[in-house]
C-alpha cells in the first residue's frame, strides 16, 4: 500500500508543476453541488440504497470513495483545493457494491489527477480502462472490481464498483452524474463563487 500512496503524493506534485502550462485556461469553470448530483441518482436495476447520502469535506474522500482510510489522499485532496464531497453507495446481491463519489475542486486538473490515482486504489490489480465515451476518464477494472473517475470542469465523478456490477453499470452512472453536473450548471443552481 505504500507504493500507491506514493504514486498519489508523486501524481499530486507532478500536476501542480504543471499547472502553469496553460492547463487552467483549457479548463471548464463547471462548478455544480455534489449533494444534489448523488442525490438525484436513480438506483440500478438489481441494487438497493445503503442508507442515505453523505457529505464530507477532503479528509473524507478516501472513506467515501475507497471505503478505507488512506490519510495521504484527504491531505493531498485539501491542500489541492477539495472544497465538498457527496457520496451514494448502493448494494445488491453476491457483494454487488455500486459508489457515486462527485467533489467539488478549486481545479480541475489538480482533481483529475488524484481521480486517476483513487481509480488505481479502487481497482489494485486491474489494467487501465478508458471507455471512449468518456476521453481523458482514468480507470482501472479487474474481474471483481472496477472504478472510473472523470472530471469535468471543477467537478470530479468518480464510481467504484464491486462484484457482479457490469461495465454498463459504470458508465451509466458517471453519464448520469455528468449530466446531473452539466444541468445544474445551466440553470445557475451549483455555480460556486
Partial sequence: MVAPVGGLLAAFVVVLAGCGVGGLAEQSSLAADPAFIVRVLPTRPGLDIAGPGTTTGPDGIDQAALGRSIPALGTSAREAGLREVAAREWTGPGGARLVAVVGLWDDGE???????????????????????????????????????????????????????????????????????????????TGTRG
Fill in 110 to 188: 489538480v482533481a483529475s489527477a488524484i481521480g486517476g490515482e483513487m481509480a488505481r486504489e479502487a481497482g489494485p490489480g486491474g489494467r487501465a480502462w478508458t471507455p471512449a465515451q468518456f476521453g481523458g476518464s482514468q480507470g482501472y477494472r479487474s474481474d471483481t472490481a472496477r472504478a472510473l473517475s472523470v472530471v469535468i470542469g471543477r467537478v470530479s465523478l468518480f464510481v467504484r464498483a464491486e462484484g457482479p456490477v457490469d461495465d454498463a453499470a459504470v458508465l451509466r452512472t458517471i453519464d448520469l452524474m455528468r449530466k446531473a453536473a452539466a444541468q445544474q450548471d445551466q440553470e445557475g
